[in-house]
């Protein structure tokens, strides 16, 4: 653990100032994006999991003790997550709610909503692990959402909502780490590389069932560094503490696909905006020289010891958390605090997201 002075780098500010005075500007005057969609992971889950039946939780303390309310939602973290910012800087809801939460209703997913389950993958080999929502079935999710909205909005107002609305995926990192890398099966059948083929083809064929439903504004998010996440880092054979080379390496190989997939996409579909947001190098910076972004502590996460412990287990021993989570990059051993998700989402805004409002 490093302890230092708590420090912030002006630049860094003066751009997120910047933008969220632009952004609520634009978004004052020409409403550019109509609402949030999301598609995912725990990286953007907001709570559909309480809905259904598996472990993969985080509707207790100490999830949420700085959210609105101190209420743990099922946000894997502190506070909030970075599609909730995202959000706001579009002048938008600071909150996308979960789909399966019966407290909404369409008015409240009219201008955003989020399909994500935690410890899903683009896989369905991946979300059968801890029996989560697979990615298909967010996509049937989304059709039922969309005949909803038509109800609600009208047919006309519905299909310009759509067609205005940002579409977030976020997800691919329980692929390798929940299933490649831990159960058997996928890694008899697959190299890594096969593997990479295998989820990018996924994510190609979810991406044109967008565009068939009438989507034209998409963000593909990329992996993070994952050889950073303290739980890999403490279980890392290896060992030293240090981030699993082979994890991150993946992350920037599959990463380079998805890149070349936005490519061939957006020069084949017609009409279609997709950008290819890229999460890894601002969160190394982050892990690498957390003093510079204000933090103390990276290689160990605030909740409970640290270095295993998420979900139930963060819980259970979260006498021994830390008190002030926005000196930690990490919340629990596997997602990051609220800080760091408000930092990364608004590198993403200024950075690929802003062209959604041109
Ligand atoms: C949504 O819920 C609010 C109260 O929570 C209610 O006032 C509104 O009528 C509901 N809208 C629809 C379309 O059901
Ligand atoms: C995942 O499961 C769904 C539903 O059974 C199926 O339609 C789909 O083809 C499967 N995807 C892959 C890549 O096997
Ligand atoms: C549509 O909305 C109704 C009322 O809120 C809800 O019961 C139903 O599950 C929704 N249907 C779909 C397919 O989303
Ligand atoms: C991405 O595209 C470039 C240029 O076409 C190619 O050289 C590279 O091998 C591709 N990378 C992957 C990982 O597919």
Not at 168 to 184: A, R
Not at 311 to 319: E, K, L, V, W
Request: charged share 15%; glycine share 8%; with cysteine.
């Amino acid at each position: 653990m490093e302890k230092g002075q708590r420090k912030t780098t002006p630049l860094l500010l003066c751009s997120h100032i910047v933008v969220l005075h632009l952004l609520s500007l634009v978004a004052e005057t020409s409403a550019k994006v109509s609402a949030v969609i999301v598609f995912g992971d725990s990286s953007v889950d907001a709570g559909n999991n309480n809905f259904i039946p598996t472990i993969a939780r985080s509707n207790f303390q100490p999830y949420g003790r700085d959210f609105e309310g101190g209420k743990a939602t099922g946000r894997f973290c502190n506070g909030r997550i970075p599609t909730d910012f995202i959000s706001e800087s579009f002048g938008l809801k600071p909150y996308v709610p979960a789909y399966l939460d019966p407290k909404y209703n369409i008015s409240d997913f009219a201008s955003g909503v989020t399909f994500a389950s935690a410890a899903t993958g683009y896989d369905n080999a991946t979300s059968d692990v801890l029996s989560v929502i697979p990615l298909w079935k967010q996509l049937e999710y989304y059709k039922g959402y969309q005949k909803n909205l038509s109800a609600y909005l009208g047919e006309s107002k519905a299909k310009d909502t759509i067609a205005e609305a940002l579409h977030l995926m976020s997800l691919g990192t329980n692929d390798f780490l929940e299933n490649y890398y831990t159960m058997p099966g996928r890694a008899s059948q697959f190299t890594p590389q096969q593997y990479q083929n295998f989820l990018a083809g996924i994510a190609e064929n979810f991406i044109r069932s967008l565009y068939g439903l009438g989507a034209r504004k998409v963000s593909l998010g990329g992996l993070p560094p994952m050889g950073c996440l303290p739980l890999e880092r403490t279980t890392s054979i290896a060992g030293g503490n240090d981030c699993v080379a082979r994890y991150n390496n993946i992350a920037l190989e599959f990463n380079n696909r998805l890149k070349n997939l936005t490519i061939k996409l957006n020069q084949e579909l017609p009409g279609l905006k997709l950008v290819f947001s890229n999460p890894y190098y601002i969160m190394l910076s982050i892990i690498k020289r957390p003093q510079l972004y204000g933090f103390e502590s990276t290689s160990v996460a605030c909740c409970a010891t640290g270095m295993f412990e998420m979900g139930y287990a963060c819980s259970r021993g979260q006498m021994f958390s830390c008190t002030d989570a926005s000196k930690y990059v990490f919340w629990d051993s596997f997602h990051p605090t609220e800080m760091t998700n408000s930092i990364v989402a608004k590198y993403v805004v200024l950075r690929v997201l802003y062209q959604f409002l041109q």
